[in-house]
């Protein structure tokens, strides 16, 4: 918004009523103490051209000068730059996506309704772009959600857009909980200028014209160098004798010297947050309105905005509207409204109309729009707007109808799990739901809310209530052919399933699939078909994968991005521990690179903490440490979202004979028993047993084993229970039953006393650190020396360390041990050589095949090469999806390839005689 006539721009101060200064983006002026200011934000748009897209942060407290900043900043952009404007508005409840459709009408000439066409939009505009765009989001510390996830989404894709984008915000009024912090933390940090403005210094005050009665000191005193405050005392200095010590008394104190009306029009108009349209406003006035915001405008009250005038600094609307009584607001309220509910689409206004029933105390209205505008923000993805609005409605449910508070409850309670979080509150509406339909006697809704209580408590953690609420759902939809009945089944399945309980995964699935393709639910389908094929995988059925193929292609067929993301993650989780290692990683790469793609960072980072298992199963300890340290170093992430992660951190550092091992099991352990899933509890037992076996510390094996010998053999996958018999085995007085019958062929000989047998089965399935463990048991000549070599191969120094404490080796003439000569050579997690790091350094950049050729005097034939290289082994098919996965996965960017000096730094260059396919 342009500053007004005494804002922190600097010259005389004119009469306050002959005032006509124009838009400082026609007229700019000289700033007080903003020259470096004004300097950086040139600095970081002239790196836009050759470098890709930059962002640029301002913050500071309310009337510090942002906005003057910016504006002072786009009035000297040349004509090749193009200029785009959002702003977000101070409702009750944000308009969704307000800031991303005034950028869109700039960009595209248009007003686009749905979400995703706005997105795909705006991005292909802006790449296809020749100009440079500068696109300014002002005042996020009030922006949706859906804006804020507009936000990380355009943010992730920077680097290939020809803009600088600017967000600015009060950083007093953004704590450490709320949803813009999350958003900013996700811009790339080499891409990213933060700003902050800090008040006019005593000399920056001073260099205002000040009039006689008043001197600098006195008014930075009152004012703390505040911008705003300063230029609202001077507008007014000539006619008062006083110096005002608020700026609610300053901005009164212009207002008292305007006409009743003009004063009267500003008071209705300050009832509005954000812009005021004439059309609104003129029913509630007996006289032509425009003609008087003219004059509001040109004495500095108001400006233009977006869709109309606005005040000039939301302290003076504040400041305005405080002038007001309760009674008073509440009656420009209601006339507001009824302006809005004449118009005839009501479509556009309805957070307006939401916004300004709750100030009408009009709850019939109320109750009647809160639904229809939570219902448009969840489907333009603003979730946590969609909970606001439901909740002021939800406050007045008593005086609804029966089903129609009921409808409330459910809404706000499904909104405000998905986007804020999932306490008592939640679980209280979900029950009052419950009640509200049983007494009108609809049991299917009934039976939706109970199994939707059922997933509340299983996501905080509480399985016995889960499993209460399930059973009673299930019990409540017998019998009703209905999708809630279908996906109650299914989550019983899942539960199963979550559980090894395999064959009762696969019943309740059949009963799920059975209901969805009889009430043609596809979604349910596809969890259900997920889910038996996963049953089926984890037992060695191979089946499975073509369930869970199935499952895939109907989940990306729909459009069912959790489904998507569930399906990739069975797949390689089930083919992991099939020892199908090849074939996984396909699965983990496309689900990592969907999960990006669709912002599902939950998902993601779950997946990525199975590709460290990946890594682990391949006897990469160095490049599983790094990936999955990487993963925990991710903020916001759920306990079982890192679980994987801290499960292979605990289990890698363990093999590397790394002294942290004990503490990051004991770590694993907690969280694995919080979970209460039998998948994560008996992988870490089975580690402390084998760490025990390492450390020559029976004690701490026996109580682990305790507890898996008391589980039926259908509880675990066979090779779970294999890891376990294998480790166990080597506890003294360990094992109390006999297993041979239930085990594989390679693990069943090391169990019976076949250990060079063993270990050549083992080390046929590249499981070489069993086969070395295995063969350090057997009384062949040499066997020891075979086994610390099989060791020293993957750089397990644990398993070196064990065959000197536990076994004779005074004549095997094994070499001594230095930490840093059997350290295993770190390779890059995805086998990227030096020189393609490199390329990969330059690409994050923003950089070009042909700019990448020159700058590092190659053909471009070559580049494209090792481009090509880059994006197979990364499993993506273009550089958007590349730049996101490094953007997600930071680690992949070795620190001494990283980054290529393009923007002045040191020049990288491959080293003289490189091929193209190295």
């Given at each position: 918004?342009?500053?007004?006539?005494?804002?922190?721009?600097?010259?005389?101060?004119?009469?306050?009523?002959?005032l006509t200064v124009g838009s400082p983006l026609l007229s700019p002026k000289m700033l007080i103490e903003r020259e470096n200011e004004v300097q950086t934000l040139h600095q970081v748009l002239s790196q836009v051209p050759d470098n890709g897209g930059r962002?640029?942060?301002?913050?500071?407290?309310?009337?510090?000068?942002?906005?003057?900043?910016?504006?002072?900043?786009?009035?000297?952009?040349?004509?090749?730059?193009?200029?785009?404007?959002?702003?977000?508005?101070?409702?009750?409840?944000?308009?969704?996506?307000?800031?991303?459709?005034?950028?869109?009408?700039?960009?595209?000439?248009?007003?686009?309704?749905?979400?995703?066409?706005?997105?795909?939009?705006?991005?292909?505009?802006?790449?296809?772009?020749?100009?440079?765009?500068?696109?300014?989001?002002?005042?996020?510390?009030?922006?949706?959600?859906?804006?804020?996830d507009w936000l990380k989404y355009f943010c992730r894709r920077i680097a290939l857009i020809p803009a600088m984008l600017i967000v600015s915000f009060r950083d007093a009024e953004i704590d450490a909980a709320h949803p813009l912090r999350s958003a900013l933390g996700v811009i790339p940090g080499d891409r990213t200028q933060r700003l902050h403005l800090s008040p006019l210094s005593r000399d920056g005050v001073a260099a205002f014209d000040l009039p006689p009665n008043m001197s600098a000191d006195q008014l930075y005193d009152i004012t703390d160098g505040n911008p705003f405050f300063v230029s609202e005392i001077l507008n007014n200095a000539d006619d008062v004798e006083t110096v005002p010590d608020s700026i609610r008394d300053a901005v009164n104190a212009r207002v008292n010297q305007l006409s009743p009306s003009l004063q009267s029009l500003l008071e209705a108009s300050s009832c509005f947050p954000g812009d005021i349209e004439p059309k609104f406003l003129q029913p509630i006035i007996d006289r032509p309105v425009k003609d008087e915001l003219a004059v509001a405008e040109r004495l500095?009250?108001?400006?233009?905005?977006?869709?109309?005038?606005?005040?000039?600094?939301?302290?003076?609307?504040?400041?305005?509207?405080?002038?007001?009584?309760?009674?008073?607001?509440?009656?420009?309220?209601?006339?507001?409204?009824?302006?809005?509910?004449?118009?005839?689409?009501?479509?556009?206004?309805?957070?307006?109309?939401?916004?300004?029933?709750e100030g009408a105390r009009e709850v019939e209205t109320l109750l009647c729009f809160a639904p229809m505008a939570a219902k448009e923000a969840a489907r333009m993805g603003a979730h946590r707007e969609a909970a606001q609005y439901l909740f002021a409605a939800m406050k007045h449910a008593e005086d609804a109808e029966p089903g129609v508070a009921a409808e409330i409850y459910e809404m706000w309670a499904y909104e405000a799990g998905l986007a804020l979080t999932i306490d008592d509150d939640v679980i209280d509406a979900r029950k009052r739901a419950v009640s509200l339909w049983k007494k009108l006697g609809q049991m299917d809704r009934v039976g939706e809310n109970l199994r939707w209580l059922s997933r509340l408590h299983w996501y905080r953690g509480e399985p016995e209530q889960a499993q209460a609420y399930l059973?009673?759902?299930?019990?409540?939809?017998?019998?009703?052919?209905?999708?809630?009945?279908?996906?109650?089944?299914?989550?019983?399945?899942?539960?199963?399933?979550?559980?090894?309980?395999?064959?009762?995964?696969?019943?309740?699935?059949?009963?799920?699939?059975?209901?969805?393709?009889?009430?043609?639910?596809?979604?349910?389908?596809?969890?259900?078909?997920?889910?038996?094929?996963?049953?089926?995988?984890?037992?060695?059925?191979?089946?499975?994968?073509?369930?869970?193929?199935?499952?895939?292609?109907?989940?990306?067929?729909?459009?069912?991005?959790?489904?998507?993301?569930?399906?990739?993650?069975?797949?390689?989780?089930?083919?992991?521990?099939?020892?199908?290692?090849?074939?996984?990683?396909?699965?983990?790469?496309?689900?990592?690179?969907?999960?990006?793609?669709?912002?599902?960072?939950?998902?993601?980072?779950?997946l990525v903490g199975r590709k460290a298992q990946l890594r682990f199963e391949q006897h990469r300890y160095t490049e599983a440490v790094d990936i999955a340290k990487g993963v925990l170093s991710r903020q916001n992430q759920t306990v079982l979202m890192q679980l994987p992660a801290k499960i292979v951190l605990a289990r890698s550092l363990l093999r590397l004979g790394d002294s942290a091992a004990r503490e990051r099991l004991e770590d694993a352990f907690h969280d694995a028993s919080q979970i209460g899933e039998l998948q994560y509890i008996a992988v870490v037992r089975t580690a402390f047993i084998e760490a025990a076996v390492l450390w020559g510390q029976s004690d701490l094996a026996r109580p682990h084993i305790k507890e898996i010998e008391k589980l039926s053999f259908?509880?675990?996958?066979?090779?779970?229970?294999?890891?376990?018999?294998?480790?166990?085995?080597?506890?003294?007085?360990?094992?109390?039953?006999?297993?041979?019958?239930?085990?594989?062929?390679?693990?069943?000989?090391?169990?019976?006393?076949?250990?060079?047998?063993?270990?050549?089965?083992?080390?046929?399935?590249?499981?070489?650190?069993?086969?070395?463990?295995?063969?350090?048991?057997?009384?062949?000549?040499?066997?020891?020396?075979?086994?610390?070599?099989?060791?020293?191969e993957i750089g397990a120094l644990a398993g070196r360390k064990y065959i000197r404490s536990t076994f004779d080796v005074s004549s095997q003439g094994l070499p001594g041990l230095t930490r840093g000569q059997y350290k295993a050579a770190r390779r890059h997690p995805y086998s990227l050589t030096s020189k393609e790091q490199i390329v990969l350094g330059l690409i994050i950049e923003g950089a070009s095949n042909t700019r990448i050729a020159e700058h590092l005097s190659r053909s471009k034939r070559t580049i494209e090469n090792h481009v090509s290289s880059i994006l197979r082994k990364f499993g993506v098919s273009n550089r958007v999806e590349l730049i996101l996965r490094a953007q997600a996965e930071p680690w992949i960017l070795d620190q001494g390839q990283s980054g290529s000096g393009l923007a002045g730094g040191d020049r990288h260059q491959l080293e003289p005689g490189s091929g193209s396919d190295t």
């Open positions: 918004m342009p500053p007004g006539p005494h804002s922190i721009f600097n010259g005389s101060t004119p009469n306050f009523l002959d962002v640029l942060v301002l913050y500071g407290e309310a009337g510090i000068g942002k906005s003057s900043l910016i504006h002072a900043f786009l009035s000297n952009l040349s004509n090749s730059e193009k200029v785009a404007f959002g702003m977000c508005d101070p409702l009750n409840t944000p308009r969704p996506l307000g800031p991303v459709r005034d950028i869109a009408r700039d960009i595209l000439g248009s007003h686009p309704e749905a979400e995703i066409p706005l997105t795909e939009s705006l991005m292909e505009r802006l790449t296809a772009s020749e100009n440079i765009h500068v696109i300014v989001l002002e005042d996020m510390h009030w922006a949706d959600q859906a804006s804020l500095g009250l108001l400006v233009h905005g977006v869709n109309g005038f606005r005040f000039r600094h939301e302290l003076a609307r504040l400041a305005t509207q405080m002038r007001l009584s309760e009674t008073e607001r509440q009656a420009i309220h209601g006339q507001l409204l009824d302006a809005l509910l004449a118009h005839n689409a009501l479509g556009p206004l309805l957070a307006d109309i939401v916004h300004h029933a059973e009673e759902a299930i019990e409540t939809l017998q019998g009703i052919p209905s999708e809630a009945a279908a996906m109650a089944f299914g989550l019983r399945a899942q539960f199963h399933m979550l559980r090894d309980e395999m064959e009762a995964a696969q019943e309740w699935g059949k009963k799920a699939l059975a209901i969805a393709e009889t009430v043609d639910a596809p979604e349910v389908k596809a969890h259900a078909l997920n889910t038996i094929g996963a049953a089926k995988l984890f037992r060695g059925d191979l089946t499975g994968e073509t369930l869970l193929r199935e499952s895939l292609a109907l989940s990306l067929e729909y459009d069912f991005h959790e489904q998507a993301a569930r399906a990739y993650t069975n797949l390689a989780e089930c083919l992991i521990e099939l020892g199908e290692i090849e074939r996984a990683e396909p699965f983990l790469d496309e689900g990592v690179t969907f999960d990006i793609a669709h912002d599902l960072d939950s998902w993601t980072y779950y259908s509880s675990l996958s066979p090779r779970k229970w294999a890891d376990f018999v294998f480790w166990a085995d080597r506890v003294d007085d360990g094992l109390s039953g006999e297993y041979s019958d239930n085990l594989p062929e390679a693990f069943r000989l090391d169990h019976q006393g076949e250990f060079e047998a063993a270990a050549k089965a083992l080390r046929s399935q590249e499981l070489k650190y069993l086969a070395a463990t295995s063969l350090c048991r057997s009384q062949a000549k040499g066997a020891l020396a075979t086994a610390d070599r099989w060791y020293e």
